[in-house]
């Protein structure tokens, strides 16, 4: 089946410096959607990019992402990381079925 | 445009106590997701629905949950006999297309 492996656990970065979290996925769908969703202490998950274009950059609030098919890859960056990126981030799949696989989520956590 | 409702938010129970979730989605959604998400977890999918019908619900514990979606609207899914491993929020999706937007989720503590 559909599956997503990501940067997971606690990420802990100062104010300004740059923001990656990996995320690899495996479908047997030619076709798939890649998403990164973010959700903030006690809200729900909000969708903050997405892709199904191979290799065109997608960017949204400063947060970019490129899918590279011939990798299976759907990085998350950011030039700069600030005080309000932290958060949980996770990385999601929707190949087969028209449903969501997560991976197991990154907890950013940015200091001054 | 109203997001995706749910009530309650949250829910205290007893071991063997009953709960029912209720979900409204973004209107003109054809298809709604139901999660359980324990904390410090993602999201798991338990069952999704396109208009009344159940697509999947593999990952749906039959023995003591059920979901439905009668009109191919609102949404409620059920816990029949609560436990304690079954504390988690639980949140409602919906999309058109490929994008699904989460509602609130509703708090569940199984004591």
């Known amino acids: 089946g559909d599956s997503v492996t990501q940067t997971e656990g606690l990420v802990t970065l100062t104010e300004g410096l740059p923001v990656m979290l990996n995320c690899t996925y495996q479908?047997?769908?030619?076709?798939?959607?890649l998403f990164w969703y973010v959700q903030h202490l006690n809200e729900s998950p909000r969708l903050l990019l997405k892709?199904?274009?191979?290799?065109k950059r997608t960017e949204h609030q400063g947060f970019h992402a490129t899918l590279h098919k011939s990798s299976s890859s759907f990085h998350l960056q950011k030039s700069s990381a600030q005080l309000s990126d932290s958060a949980l981030y996770y990385c999601?799949?929707?190949?087969?079925?028209?449903?969501?696989?997560f991976g197991k989520g990154a907890k950013l956590t940015v200091s001054p | 445009e109203a997001g995706v409702t749910q009530s309650p938010r949250y829910a205290v129970l007893q071991e063997g106590q009953a709960v029912s979730f209720w979900c409204d989605p973004i209107?003109?959604?054809?298809?709604l997701y139901w999660y359980q998400q324990p904390r410090d977890q993602g999201p798991q999918l338990l069952v999704y629905?396109?208009?009344?019908?159940?697509?999947?619900n593999s990952q749906l514990p039959s023995d003591r949950f059920s979901a439905v979606r009668p009109k191919g609207t609102n949404s409620t899914l059920k816990i029949q006999s609560a436990k304690q491993g079954d504390t988690a929020t639980y949140l409602c999706?919906?999309?058109?297309?490929?994008?699904?937007?989460f509602g609130p989720g509703t708090r569940l503590t199984v004591l």
């Open positions: 999601a799949l929707e190949g087969t079925g028209s449903k969501l696989s």
């Open positions: 999706a919906s999309s058109l297309w490929y994008e699904q937007y």
């Open positions: 479908t047997i769908y030619s076709n798939p959607f």
């Open positions: 892709s199904f274009t191979d290799n």
């Open positions: 629905f396109r208009d009344e019908a159940v697509i999947d």
């Open positions: 209107s003109g959604h054809d298809t």
